[in-house]
């Protein structure tokens, strides 16, 4: 019997691509057939996930297309310049023709004994373009969005308004019209996307259009859980007016079933760079919520003299650290040596779950992407906000003015840290005994409420497949 099949989408970027597999595990365990589609670089990121499937007897395939030439080298976001993000943005509407001619060509497969036509496209706000190819087809399709609730909200009114237009100053503040509160941000704090936008370009008004084409999905998946941002997903729920089904946080199971530390290497993103077992042993060797972890994702390339004052404020803390450098020769050479007695620094890519969810680990010095916000929520542990770009810059605001989990530090990517702060918001929010750590503690319990059986996350994944279901023809 064929299982209803739904085509999954993300847009070919790490940080996009890792919460969206994470849905699609959740979906194919409720019975759900799955196509997951991405571009040749981003392949191996869907190779656990299939083995997984394999695995569980679970019914996930892949297709694999190629970007349209001349593609923005490289694919995947570990290496992609921020600058280059416009255009591979507009590119990938270079596969709406291939997309469509496999979407006709399911209708009259009849080979497969578990996939049928696809009857459902969930795909990223960045891929806004696949409207247009639902709609031609008929096919319902449901928007994703990696971000939160409030910085979707932000992203959505700022590509509908445009209340930056004539702003001139990065400094210059910004009204969010049709927000749920008064909101008013830098110009700087708004997405590079939006800031760069000009009318006469053909790239930004491609990314404006597909953007507020958003506004037309069926529906709407979003990586939070409502009592984290209740107000922002009713907000999204109002003025779309179409279903917003809240369903994160979309980590791994160990992180809410107390599961060993040993058990929660769940391989999300490229592979370590530092055996498990030796980051184990060093954080074994330290007390309890006494380590800081700083770290600011796949992306930031920080200079020789931000490196320099993180260095000195972690110095100056006098606390045990776990520092992940993506390192292009700004960190100098013989940091380790000058820091071994204190700390671990790992170059290219730290096991975060296995570190976060250790008990030795108190607090996290974090860029405020949301993947990395959701992680820290739901293992319990303060943050120190450096938002870097994007939308880190909404997140850190609600981080710090809303939900009181994070002391900022500074923001932006030139900014350079003071290492006395640094070294002052260290000791406030390591050991948790702070505002910042008795208000995460309630968030992380509520982050598991929210995905067991019967809470809110769990509850909206059940009406989400409910809903696909429906859409089949014989309502399988």
């Keep these: 019997m064929k299982r209803p099949h739904v085509l999954i989408f993300p847009f070919p970027t790490q940080g996009h691509i890792i919460p969206l597999l994470e849905l699609s595990l959740s979906l194919a365990s409720r019975g759900l057939a799955l196509t997951l589609l991405t571009t040749p670089g981003n392949e191996p990121l869907l190779r656990p996930l299939l083995s997984t499937a394999s695995s569980e007897n679970l019914f996930i395939q892949s297709l694999i297309l190629p970007l349209p030439p001349p593609p923005p080298p490289p694919h995947n976001e570990t290496q992609l310049p921020i600058h280059s993000l416009p255009h591979l943005i507009y590119s990938l509407k270079g596969l709406a023709d291939p997309l469509e001619q496999w979407l006709l060509q399911q209708k009259l497969d009849e ?178 919520r006494s380590v800081v972890y700083v770290c600011f994702g796949s992306m930031a390339i920080l200079s020789e003299k931000q490196n320099e004052e993180i260095a000195a404020g972690l110095e100056a803390s006098e606390v045990s650290f776990i520092w992940v450098i993506r390192d292009n020769g700004n960190a100098k050479v013989g940091l380790e040596e000058r820091v071994k007695k204190k700390g671990l620094v790992i170059r290219g890519w730290a096991p975060q779950l296995l570190i976060l969810s250790h008990p030795s680990v108190g607090c996290f010095v974090t860029h405020c992407g949301w993947n990395s916000t959701l992680e820290s929520i739901s293992l319990g542990i303060p943050m120190i906000a450096w938002p870097l770009t994007a939308d880190q810059h909404s997140d850190a605001l609600l981080l710090v003015e809303y939900l009181r989990v994070a002391v900022r530090l500074c923001e932006g990517p030139n900014a350079v840290p003071n290492r006395d702060m640094l070294a002052s918001a260290v000791k406030r929010v390591v050991g948790g005994e702070g505002e910042e750590g008795l208000r995460v503690q309630e968030l992380s319990r509520a982050a598991r409420e929210a995905v067991k059986q019967g809470g809110s996350s769990s509850s909206n994944l059940e009406d989400t497949v409910a809903c696909i279901r429906n859409l089949a023809p014989d309502k399988l």
């Design 111 to 288: 080979s497969s004994d578990e996939f049928g036509p696809v009857i459902c496209i969930i795909s990223d706000f960045f891929l806004g373009w696949t409207q247009d190819t639902a709609t031609k087809l008929g096919i319902p399709r449901i928007v994703f969005s990696p971000s939160g609730a409030f910085a979707f909200s932000v992203i959505s009114s700022v590509w509908k308004y445009m209340p930056h237009l004539g702003v001139e100053s990065d400094e210059g503040e910004v009204s969010i019209p049709g927000f749920p509160h008064p909101l008013t941000l830098r110009k700087f704090q708004l997405s590079p996307l939006a800031q760069v936008y000009k009318s006469s370009d053909p790239v930004h008004e491609f990314i404006k259009y597909i953007m507020n084409l958003n506004l037309q999905s069926w529906g709407t998946l979003i990586n939070t859980f409502y009592s984290l941002e209740t107000p922002y997903v009713d907000h999204l729920r109002t003025v779309s007016g179409r279903p917003v089904w809240s369903v994160g946080p979309l980590l791994p199971p160990a992180v809410f079933h107390h599961k060993q530390k040993q058990e929660m290497n769940h391989q999300r993103g490229n592979p370590n760079s530092i055996n498990e077992a030796l980051c184990l042993q060093w954080l074994d060797g330290r007390k309890g």
